[in-house]
């Protein structure tokens, strides 16, 4: 009985420890996300620094609000940290900011990197439009780069195109995407339905006997 005492103590501490741990955290993170509205550009500079090591999916909409602020080192981290998260949820939000003409460039070279850690499939969409459309080099690269790393099949003849290219670095990026992608391919498991799965699926021929 006494062992079995001890035993239920250390589960109720534990889950006392998890309650309060869940607690100080969700205050923790609601307090960092009222310091990204401070006056002080330091001051969210850090609450974004605390909420991009704390990394959790309750980080994420902080961390969105923070790409819009006004510092650029700001914005920045906010980048950064929401690609190390790596959560699906910002991909909208990143991907629109591709196409916003005040959105300045080394900006959009952190959302590509960030987009390439993410490797969320509805990004390739985006990133595919986005490559059409740019005239700059450098940010056509990164968003090639970025659907090697994503690995989206159907991104594979756009970039495809781009092995052609007269630039070596930009047909070098293609190329590498290309590969990439078809590993990806390669390695998805066959969802096709086998013959037999099909003839219980559309039922018994017409003229089979019952």
């Known amino acids: 009985m006494a062992s079995q005492a001890a035993g239920q103590d250390r589960i109720d501490r534990h889950r006392t420890v998890q309650r309060y741990n869940r607690v100080a955290k969700g205050s923790n993170i609601a307090e960092w996300h009222r310091r990204l509205f401070d006056d002080e550009a330091h001051v969210r500079l850090e609450a974004v620094e605390s909420l991009g090591k704390e990394g959790s999916e309750e980080c994420v909409k902080p961390l969105l609000d923070a790409t819009a602020d006004s510092d650029p080192r700001v914005r920045a981290k906010a980048f950064d940290y929401l690609g190390l998260i790596g959560s699906r949820r910002a991909t909208q939000v990143l991907t629109q900011y591709l196409f916003l003409s005040d959105v300045d460039q080394p900006s959009k070279q952190r959302i590509l990197v960030a ?37 989206e099949p159907r991104s594979l003849d756009v970039v495809q195109e781009f092995t052609a290219s007269e630039d070596p670095h930009e047909s070098r990026i293609a190329r590498d995407a290309v590969a990439k992608i078809n590993r990806r391919a390669a390695a998805t ?13 559309l039922g018994p021929r017409q003229g089979q006997k019952q």
Not at 123 to 150: H, M, N, Q, W
Not at 189 to 201: A, G, H, S, Y
């Open 189 to 201: 498991p066959n969802t096709q339905p086998t013959i037999l799965e099909l003839e219980k699926l």
């Open 115 to 151: 987009l390439s850690r993410i490797r969320d499939p509805a990004s390739a969409v985006p990133l595919i439009d986005f490559i059409e459309k740019t005239e700059d080099d450098e940010l056509r690269c990164g968003a090639l780069y970025a659907l090697g790393e994503v690995g």
